[in-house]
């Protein structure tokens, strides 16, 4: 064998563990999604003490919000993942180089109740809606760059050439809809040295030997089918009420 043949088989090793870490994330993924739909669905009010429980609501600043560094929007929370591109041959991966995730105090309000979230126990899959790249004929912006900068990389190689970057940013903003896995305890705003007009509010905390789940995606926060009959079943039946009423009087 040459010296500068690379040998064929560490190709097909490197191929098979590329397949295993892509089938192995998405399968994270996909374990989060099923326990969140599996979860028992409630609104904030009609959740027990120390009951664990899904529920779906919007998102309420408590503090300042935190600016996202790729969107610069106002935010709960934001997670941002930066790619580079690596090549081996006649073949290319992308290589994670950056994550940087950052939360601010923040609760989750429905029609009958408001729930706080554990900041430092929750894991989350957020929707990943800023999408920025740079690359050859694309130089990375100021703020990529410094964003870069912050975590010790540069956008250029040591010859001046721009690397082939990838940049993924996703975010929970005021008033968007999620959903929430966790378990709740009842707690008076006057213990959370919080000022909120409610009586009392639903501390969210991670169940025992799991994470506190918290997700944006469309697919957690719809609600199932089930509950949307329920929904329109009692509808129908205040409708019915409104309608005897009126012809009793």
């Given at each position: 064998?040459?010296?500068?043949?690379?040998?064929?088989?560490?190709?097909?090793?490197?191929?098979?563990?590329?397949?295993?870490?892509?089938?192995?994330?998405?399968?994270?993924?996909?374990?989060?999604?099923?326990?969140?739909?599996?979860?028992?669905?409630?609104?904030?009010?009609?959740?027990?003490?120390?009951?664990?429980?899904?529920?779906?609501?919007?998102?309420?600043?408590?503090?300042?919000?935190?600016?996202?560094?790729?969107?610069?929007?106002?935010?709960?929370?934001?997670?941002?993942?930066?790619?580079?591109?690596?090549?081996?041959?006649?073949?290319?991966?992308?290589?994670?180089?950056?994550?940087?995730?950052?939360?601010?105090?923040?609760?989750?309000?429905?029609?009958?109740?408001?729930?706080?979230?554990?900041?430092?126990?929750?894991?989350?899959?957020?929707?990943?809606?800023?999408?920025?790249?740079?690359?050859?004929?694309?130089?990375?912006?100021?703020?990529?760059?410094?964003?870069?900068?912050?975590?010790?990389?540069?956008?250029?190689?040591?010859?001046?050439?721009?690397?082939?970057?990838?940049?993924?940013?996703?975010?929970?903003?005021?008033?968007?809809?999620?959903?929430?896995?966790?378990?709740?305890?009842?707690?008076?705003?006057?213990?959370?040295?919080?000022?909120?007009?409610?009586?009392?509010?639903?501390?969210?905390?991670?169940?025992?030997?799991?994470?506190?789940?918290?997700?944006?995606?469309p697919e957690m926060t719809s609600l199932p089918d089930q509950v949307k009959k329920e929904k329109r079943k009692k509808r129908t039946i205040r409708r019915n009420e409104k309608r005897n009423g009126r012809y009793l009087k």
């Amino acid at each position: 064998m040459a010296d500068n043949e690379f040998p064929v088989h560490l190709f097909i090793i490197g191929g098979i563990l590329i397949v295993f870490i892509i089938a192995a994330l998405n399968n994270e993924k996909a374990k989060f999604k099923r326990r969140l739909k599996k979860s028992p669905l409630k609104k904030i009010g009609d959740i027990q003490d120390g009951e664990v429980v899904r529920f779906v609501g919007r998102v309420e600043f408590i503090d300042e919000p935190i600016i996202a560094p790729l969107s610069f929007r106002p935010s709960a929370f934001y997670y941002v993942e930066v790619e580079k591109k690596v090549k081996s041959g006649k073949s290319s991966t992308w290589r994670t180089i950056i994550k940087e995730q950052r939360r601010a105090k923040f609760a989750i309000r429905d029609e009958n109740g408001i729930a706080l979230i554990d900041q430092e126990h929750f894991k989350s899959l957020v929707v990943m809606d800023e999408r920025h790249s740079s690359g050859t004929f694309n130089d990375a912006t100021e703020e990529l760059e410094a964003f870069l900068n912050s975590h010790g990389y540069q956008s250029e190689g040591s010859f001046g050439f721009n690397k082939t970057l990838r940049y993924h940013e996703g975010v929970l903003e005021k008033d968007e809809t999620v959903a929430v896995l966790g378990q709740g305890h009842w707690i008076a705003p006057s213990e959370l040295d919080l000022d909120l007009p409610d009586e009392k509010i639903l501390v969210m905390s991670p169940p025992p030997n799991e994470p506190l789940y918290i997700s944006d995606e469309p697919e957690m926060t719809s609600l199932p089918d089930q509950v949307k009959k329920e929904k329109r079943k009692k509808r129908t039946i205040r409708r019915n009420e409104k309608r005897n009423g009126r012809y009793l009087k």
